[in-house]
């Protein structure tokens, strides 16, 4: 088998057991001892007889899929039209509070413009949400702003999904044990640093015309290059790095600006041991766990391959053989793009 293959099947295997053991735990608003951690991931889900149930972030990932491997190419239409069916489907994933009213407005109204229900929410400033980049990683060869549009107004929820697949692609590429740290970082940063002037010149210009675009808000949040760049210090520490400090730096909440960069640490801190150990650490650092540890999931999927998913995980998790099936699909259409660029 390929080993790009492999990668795809892990990207999309790496997502699904993160959020479905995160999910365990989501919403504790503590740091959880490593040993908690890893009791229940390795051990206690030995005893389980019904599968692990995936959430949100996976019902998405897979609409996702749905799409691109039906449509043979990226619609959002056809994106949003998945997201809609899945979410009256099996409105009971535990979806965010509000991105269901979004859904809603789709299917009612139809609009000709399918971000229209997105820039709505939030008194028009948009969700900051992580919910577009939680999903994100079937779309990281393709178009991800396009994408969080659908759900995700809010600059910063649409940066969150941009670098999150960005995240995705470059462990695509690289190959275990080759894991430079810095100059993964050093490239996030440049791409965050052009998102971040991009979102600055297009407020300005919003203040000139009085012309609504995408909302942003540019005084009222933190800079992801700020939180990138904060990476490499907290690395240098080694394994006398406490949780804490990281969570003081990035954040695990809902917001996509805590918890893309939360995951993507995990991934760097500890994907570099093992596949296990991201996940394991993402669901540490508390928060919303399912979320963090999905995205530090995907990561690290993509890097590693899926022969480094515990197969514990793989055989207790919901979804997992629709999760290959989807990642064969989407190498397939992968291959053939290859062929008529
Ligand atoms: O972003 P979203 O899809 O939620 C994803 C999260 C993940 O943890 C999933 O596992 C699931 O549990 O939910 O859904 P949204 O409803 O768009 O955003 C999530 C929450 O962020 C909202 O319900 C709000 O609490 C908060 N939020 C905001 N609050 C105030 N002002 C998002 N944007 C705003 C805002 O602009
Ligand atoms: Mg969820
Ligand atoms: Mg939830
Ligand atoms: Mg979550």
């Given at each position: 088998?390929?080993?790009?293959?492999?990668?795809?099947?892990g990207t999309l295997v790496g997502a699904l057991v993160g959020d479905c053991l995160g999910s365990h735990y989501e919403g504790v608003p503590y740091i959880?001892?490593?040993?908690?951690?890893?009791?229940?991931?390795?051990?206690?889900i030995k005893d389980k007889k019904e599968p692990i149930p995936y959430t949100d972030d996976t019902a998405m990932t897979r609409a996702i899929c749905k799409s691109l491997t039906e449509q043979k190419k990226y619609d959002n239409r056809s994106m949003a039209q998945e997201f809609v069916e899945e979410f009256f489907?099996?409105?009971?994933?535990?979806?965010g509070a509000a991105v269901g009213t979004v859904f809603k407005r789709l299917q009612d109204e139809n609009p000709e413009d399918i971000t229209l229900p997105a820039r709505c929410q939030f008194d028009g400033q948009g969700s900051y949400?992580?919910?577009?980049?939680?999903?994100?990683?079937?779309?990281?060869?393709?178009?991800?702003?396009?994408?969080?549009?659908?759900?995700?107004?809010?600059?910063?929820?649409?940066?969150?999904?941009i670098l999150q697949a960005e995240a995705v692609f470059k462990a695509l590429l690289l190959e275990p044990p080759n894991l430079d740290?810095?100059?993964?970082?050093?490239?996030?940063?440049?791409?965050a640093e052009k998102l971040e002037k991009d979102k600055e010149a297009s407020s300005e210009k919003k203040e000139d015309s009085g012309h609504s675009g995408i909302p942003s808000h540019p005084n009222k949040t933190v800079s992801y290059v700020k939180k990138i760049k904060e990476m490499k210090e907290l690395l240098s520490k080694g394994d006398a790095l406490e949780p804490k400090t990281v969570v003081e730096t990035f954040g695990n909440g809902i917001r996509a600006e805590e918890a893309v960069p939360a995951a993507i640490f995990s991934f760097l801190h500890k994907g570099k041991v093992s596949f296990d150990e991201s996940i394991n650490y993402a669901i540490s650092l508390g928060g919303d766990t399912d979320t963090i540890a999905s995205m530090a999931g995907a990561i690290s999927g993509a890097y590693w391959g899926v022969n480094e998913v515990p197969e514990l995980w793989k055989s207790k998790c919901e979804g997992v053989e629709e999760a290959i099936e989807f990642a064969n699909k989407i190498y397939e259409l992968h291959e053939q793009r290859k062929e008529t660029d």
């Open positions: 088998m390929s080993r790009m293959l492999h990668k795809f099947r959880l001892p490593w040993r908690e951690v890893t009791d229940y991931t390795l051990t206690k489907r099996e409105p009971h994933r535990g979806y949400g992580n919910g577009a980049a939680m999903r994100i990683s079937p779309v990281a060869l393709l178009n991800a702003r396009k994408n969080a549009l659908i759900t995700h107004a809010h600059i910063n929820g649409v940066i969150g999904a740290t810095d100059k993964f970082i050093d490239q996030l940063i440049e791409v």
